[in-house]
């Protein structure tokens, strides 16, 4: 029997590494493909000032899935969880099945209904204003305790902050672009396949709204949080993400 493909689609800010024992959980079963986003390790650095939009992610992705020949499952986080969905919009006949921790489809929120949940996304500045070093300290700070709370950035090792430094040209445009995005419910609930959002009880309301809306809206949604879990959940918690997006792929093959 031929084995099933899943693609795993990192975070904006990391590689592919986040996903390795994911994907070592899943190497018996499937065949894994984990590749580095345009900008992000083996896919090499994406040039500081040249425009980028996610949409080519999106073709970068489409060209690796149509390769394999079959549809693909797709488990993403963050913004690779936002990828997910909309190359399951662009083109559903490759996708097999989601499973997504936190994506960032932050269309989905009502202008009305979610107006507390949308007010938060103003709080982080919407201009990249690099200092001599060529990154933008202040608006890295303000992305990384966005999602993590007040004095995050300074938390993390030296080694984390100079790899966020060296990718912040692209990470800035991703948030930019996909921040503009207007997808919205009616949209997402053409997605038919099976599709699991998993996310943090701990993480900012703006993203637990966006995961209880996406359960609600895909006809074969559901949602998940767990508890004392925030937004870098696949990292911090990686044996409870991934043993619920590992479950959700057997049952579907079972």
Do not use: C
């Not at 359960?215 to 074969?220: D, M, W, Y």
């Amino acid at each position: 029997m031929t084995q099933q493909t899943v693609v795993l689609i990192h975070s904006g800010g990391f590689t592919s590494r986040q996903w390795r024992k994911l994907a070592e959980a899943l190497a018996p079963r499937y065949r894994v493909l984990a590749p580095d986003l345009l900008g992000y390790g083996e896919s090499g650095p994406w040039p500081d000032g040249k425009p980028f939009h996610f949409r080519q992610d999106l073709d970068f992705l489409e060209t690796l899935i149509e390769a394999e020949g079959e549809p693909v499952h797709l488990a993403g986080h963050s913004y690779g969880g936002f990828l997910a969905l909309q190359l399951a919009l662009r083109r559903p006949e490759l996708v097999r099945s989601i499973a997504a921790y936190e994506p960032v489809a932050f269309g989905i929120l009502d202008e009305v209904e979610d107006a507390d949940a949308r007010s938060a996304l103003a709080l982080v500045k919407r201009q990249w204003e690099p200092d001599a070093s060529g990154a933008d300290e202040e608006w890295l700070r303000q992305f990384v305790e966005w999602w993590n709370g007040a004095g995050a950035w300074g938390r993390l090792n030296e080694e984390t902050r100079a790899a966020f430094r060296s990718v912040g040209w692209k990470l800035f445009q991703e948030v930019m672009t996909l921040g503009a995005d207007q997808t919205d419910g009616a949209t997402y609930a053409t997605i038919a396949v099976p599709a699991l959002f998993l996310g943090g009880a701990s993480s900012p309301l703006t993203e637990r709204r966006v995961v209880e809306k996406l359960g609600a809206a895909l006809p074969r949604g559901t949602a998940h949080f767990f508890p004392g879990v925030g937004h870098m959940g696949p990292i911090s918690h990686a044996a409870l993400v991934n043993e619920a997006i590992v479950g959700h792929l057997i049952l579907l093959s079972s």
